[in-house]
């Protein structure tokens, strides 16, 4: 299947800093990459779409200053956390859609694990 | 939208044919199921999509039924390393509004 590389896998960070996770589309294009947060034994959660060009589409109760996502070219999308707080802390793993072959798949990256101090 | 309903658990011993069964009362005409397995701090991995009747592929099989309300996701002859959660995805092809299920833990023991 398609493979999709995210960065980094592990970061800490200081409360009030920025990190910047990177989500890649390694052998085919993705117009949209989608980025979710997962808490422990719980479901993925959408945060938000992200479109090629364009604009981001953030899900009810997402603050879009606080998530900044950048996806400026088909294979690469950008999830920002701007000042960073515990309560931000969580596992994030973004995906991409693949609609080669008539039929749309999602496929995820291995996901960011976020500690904030 | 489609309401997702798997099992919380499940359990199963090496060698033996697991199957899962997701309800989606509400399925739409464009929605395809889709079948993802997550080891703990990994992303999803796909594992098999359909839209009716039988899919099979090396790892797994799904059943649709034509009603499509409900879908199985059948795992022959596991072993330890398939112990993950499940989730049952259903997604409108057009607008691709996804619909997770809260996702099925399977434990496989020796």
């Known amino acids: 299947g398609a493979v999709v590389s995210q960065h980094p896998s592990w970061v800490i960070c200081k409360s009030g800093t920025s990190v910047k996770i990177e989500c890649r589309s390694l052998d085919f294009q993705a117009t949209t990459m989608f980025w979710y947060r997962q808490f422990p034994k719980q479901s993925l959660m959408l945060m938000a779409t992200?479109?090629?060009?364009?604009?981001?589409?953030?899900e009810q109760g997402v603050e879009k200053d606080k998530f900044l996502i950048n996806h400026a070219s088909l294979t690469l999308s950008t999830l920002t956390v701007t000042s960073a707080h515990p309560e931000d802390s969580s596992f994030y793993i973004c995906s991409a859609r693949d609609t080669a072959g008539g039929n749309e798949k999602l496929f995820f990256g291995s996901g960011t694990q976020l500690s904030v101090l | 939208l489609a309401k997702i309903t798997q099992p919380i658990s499940m359990d199963s011993y090496e060698g033996q044919e697991v199957n899962i069964t997701c309800s989606h009362n509400?399925?739409?005409?464009?929605?395809?199921i889709t079948w993802y397995q997550q080891f703990p701090s990994q992303g999803p991995r796909f594992i098999i999509q359909g839209y009716k009747t039988k899919v099979t592929n090396e790892v797994a099989s799904l059943f649709i039924p034509a009603d499509r309300k409900s879908s199985t996701l059948s795992l022959p002859r596991v072993s330890l390393s398939d112990t993950a959660v499940y989730y049952c995805l259903v997604g409108d092809g057009g607008n691709y509004q996804l619909i997770w299920g809260a996702g099925t833990k399977l434990i496989i023991k020796p």
């Open positions: 992200s479109n090629e060009g364009s604009k981001a589409t953030y």
């Open positions: 509400n399925i739409a005409t464009n929605d395809y």
